[in-house]
């Protein structure tokens, strides 16, 4: 089927009047164009997806309405832009439009006022975003669309069926890839770690959920539970639709539409869902939301669990750590793709926290220098927690000192329980 599409220049300040207008009209459908910034209280306080770069507003608008055209409809015969030969129906519509235009001029900056005909290709102009949205792999993972053949590549390890529709996240941004790799990797990590027997469901806090294609792949790898949180409620209908072709279970994904970051009641739905503490905590926002939104994540996060951030441009990383930081939060690496990073930290437990904020002479490490060191317990022997300088040099692995040369008390594995002893007569464990 064609459509002709009309087309009104006007300003950015005229847009709800004029299409006010359109709507007593008959006509409910229109499409608005212009470069104003979107505000806080329509955007869920900017609690959104990556925001493009817009060119500079320069208060002008189009807004622009279609008209099918049935098999009686002659094809305009002037050139682009001019009225002959359309429907009688359709010219009185026009002149309606016009002279409405015209009046509103009285009471309503509207601009140039001009409205303007063009004509749509024979196909299905609502659906045209599909021919650029095929199949693709990230790294082992083929998505797929629902109108692509559905038999995965032999190569893929994992199949997804994923149809955008209205919601953010088709795993094609680079945001969203940095987010599926890091969710996989600590995903399998702590997977790894549980013995045999021992296993237990781990749960994902998905906030800012979209499309749900993270929730989605964390219960393909293994997950037990998501809850995935977003402010905006058309993303729902694709997530649900997600969902199913992924054969999901819905009572394995809980969906909200709710904001954590202004809501308290949605924070506490949150932790209700999951008192012990989520595992894992996704957010593929923007840098700006992410620093409003880090200062509530430890309360979701069990002791030792991890936080995924995405959707931050290169340079805006030292924001996000001096929100972690903030947020007694430790980095744990930062991957980067094109001009976009993720940030992944760890919510520590109790003993390093306290740690992390005692200041000590002897300690850099507790100072601030390097808050990340969870050796301290070995790296220096109890004489610095005494308040006394070891004389020796410490040589140490992750897992504890080797030895220490010239001290007085040998940092070695077998003196773990004098140390813990002497650490607790001291206070400095809880």
């Not at 320069?58 to 359309?86: C, L, N, Q, T, V």
Request: negative net charge; glycine residues 8%; contains cysteine.
């Amino acid at each position: 089927m064609k459509w002709r599409k009309y087309t009104i220049h006007t300003n950015a300040c005229a847009e709800e009047p004029v299409t006010a207008m359109l709507s007593e009209l008959g006509i409910e459908g229109v499409e608005i164009e212009d470069y104003l910034p979107v505000p806080p209280e329509e955007s869920g306080n900017m609690f959104g997806d990556v925001v493009p770069e817009m060119p500079e507003n320069d208060e002008r608008a189009r807004i622009s309405f279609y008209i099918g055209m049935d098999e009686s409809s002659r094809e305009p015969s002037g050139a682009p832009g001019e009225e002959r030969d359309i429907p009688p129906e359709e010219a009185e519509l026009l002149l309606k439009i016009r002279n409405n235009l015209e009046e509103m001029r009285s009471f309503c900056g509207i601009g140039e006022g001009k409205v303007t005909l063009s004509e749509t290709e024979d196909k299905e102009w609502i659906n045209r975003w599909k021919e650029y949205f095929h199949r693709f792999f990230v790294d082992d993972i083929e998505i797929i669309p629902s109108w692509e053949p559905s038999e995965p590549d032999e190569g893929a390890s994992m199949a997804l069926y994923i149809d955008p529709g209205t919601a953010f996240g088709t795993g094609k941004h680079e945001t969203t890839q940095l987010a599926i790799r890091q969710l996989r990797k600590y995903l399998a990590a702590r997977q790894a770690e549980q013995k045999e027997g021992e296993k237990e469901d781990q749960t994902l806090l998905d906030i800012g959920t979209g499309s749900g294609i993270l929730g989605i792949i964390a219960l393909r790898s293994g997950a037990g539970s998501v809850y995935g949180t977003d402010i905006d409620p058309v993303a729902f209908p694709a997530l649900d639709d997600n969902l199913t072709k992924n054969h999901i279970p819905e009572e394995d994904f809980v969906r909200v539409c709710a904001n954590v970051i202004s809501d308290e009641t949605a924070r506490d739905a949150v932790k209700a869902a999951c008192p012990e503490g989520y595992d894992i905590v996704t957010a593929n926002i923007i840098a700006e939301i992410l620093t409003e939104l880090t200062p509530f994540i430890p309360e979701f996060l069990k002791d030792g669990g991890i936080y995924i951030t995405s959707g931050i441009l290169r340079e805006k990383e030292p924001m996000i750590r001096e929100a972690l930081k903030k947020a007694k939060m430790k980095v744990l690496e930062v991957t980067y793709q094109g001009d976009w990073c993720s940030v992944t930290a760890l919510k520590p437990t109790k003993r390093y926290r306290y740690f992390q904020h005692r200041e000590c002479e002897y300690f850099p490490c507790h100072a601030g220098e390097d808050p990340d060191n969870f050796n301290c317990l070995f790296c220096f022997c109890p004489l610095h927690f005494l308040g006394k300088q070891c004389p020796g040099t410490p040589r140490f692995t992750e897992k504890g000192v080797k030895d220490c040369t010239k001290c007085a008390f040998p940092h070695r594995r077998e003196n773990y329980e004098t140390v813990v002893r002497i650490l607790k007569e001291n206070k400095y464990f809880e």
